[in-house]
């Protein structure tokens, strides 16, 4: 492989009415653009009907060659479908109240080089996680949220997001309920984490609201934000096993940590643009 194929490496992903002759198409599309396809994942869901396909392929062409190349086969069956460069860093805000094992654990693993996104500022409705952003030289913007100035607050919000071209927004742990009209904004282009109690053990303390009731497996969820308060598409879960020994507090930081690294696993999947929505599920290509 060629020093320019390696730049010009390239992520399709579609979805489409499931119906044959869609593969075929497709690598018909990507032969004209002179692509040579490395990987090549696809499901067709018998529950919807729906046709899902993610492509890693190289090339000499430009991106707009290879989009041109497959917009006739994208037109004809009337694909949703997206093409990106391979590794393209996206832009990524980060919002957290007062929790910071969330937002420590993305920012630590986008240190490392191990989460293809860039981040240009971080959002709290306190200021309890200032120092923490400052330590990575990340921007840090306090934007308060009280009943009577929710509106003004996303507002800023949106003025925020539009001046960094914001492609992605993190909930990491962030613990203010965003509005049915931001909510729909941001399909498919906001995640949030939470325990994996639920429906059961609402509300505060829900760690120790598991341990009084003796429970054996405690996770978290990794979702796409919704109007529907955490019922939004699940991208990726983990639980891990608990026992009568352990203490509230234990559950509490076995909890922090499963947390970090499922939201972690989850912004990493959507970065590198293998996650596609059907209905309220999720096709995940590992």
Not at 128 to 157: C, M, N, R, S
């Amino acid at each position: 492989m060629t020093e320019e194929q390696l730049n010009r490496a390239y992520v399709l992903t579609l979805s489409c009415p499931d119906r044959p002759g869609i593969v075929h198409a497709v690598a018909g599309a990507l032969l004209v653009a002179g692509c040579n396809i490395l990987d090549s994942q696809q499901y067709g869901s018998p529950a919807t009907g729906n046709f899902f396909m993610r492509v890693e392929a190289t090339t000499t062409a430009s991106r707009a060659e290879v989009q041109a190349a497959l917009g006739p086969v994208a037109h004809s069956f009337g694909m949703r479908w997206s093409l990106n460069p391979v590794g393209q860093k996206v832009r990524t805000l980060l919002m957290a109240s007062t929790s910071a094992h969330c937002l420590n654990d993305i920012l630590f693993q986008q240190r490392s080089g191990t989460l293809p996104i860039e981040i240009p500022a971080i959002v709290s409705n306190h200021r309890d996680l200032a120092g923490l952003a400052e330590f990575y030289g990340i921007p840090f913007h306090h934007i308060p949220v009280a009943p009577d100035t929710k509106a003004q607050a996303e507002d800023k919000l949106r003025a925020l997001m539009a001046e960094h071209d914001i492609e992605l927004t993190v909930l990491a742990r962030y613990m203010q309920i965003i509005s049915d009209e931001l909510c729909a904004d941001l399909t498919g282009k906001a995640i949030n984490i939470h325990h994996s109690f639920l429906p059961s053990f609402k509300g505060a303390k829900p760690y120790h609201q598991a341990h009084a009731r003796g429970v054996k497996l405690i996770g978290a969820t990794a979702h796409y934000v919704t109007a529907a308060l955490d019922e939004g598409p699940i991208i990726e879960q983990e639980v891990i096993r608990v026992d009568h020994a352990r203490t509230p507090e234990q559950f509490v930081q076995m909890g922090r940590d499963v947390e970090g690294r499922t939201l972690t696993q989850a912004v990493q999947w959507h970065a590198e643009h293998r996650v596609l929505l059907d209905g309220n599920r999720t096709v995940v290509f590992n």
